[in-house]
């Protein structure tokens, strides 16, 4: 399977959107854990780098 090129300050669109209404989120940190930031409403979430992995739709910029 292909790697993604994720960096630090990437933006991405996921599957499902966030509760206020945006679908594009800020890679922040990357590990075993990646901190995603909302561009809309500026809300900083964890999740797991397998769970973000099946979660991604495409890579915006």
Known sequence: MEEKQ???GTIVNM???????AN???VVRIG?????KCINC???IMMPRI??????KKIVK
């Open 6 to 8: 994720i960096e630090v």
């Open 24 to 26: 594009e989120w800020e």
């Open 51 to 56: 769970d973000f992995n099946k979660k991604i």
């Open 15 to 21: 599957k499902k959107g966030h509760p206020c209404g």
């Open 42 to 44: 500026s809300r900083i």
């Open 32 to 36: 075993a854990d990646m901190k995603l």
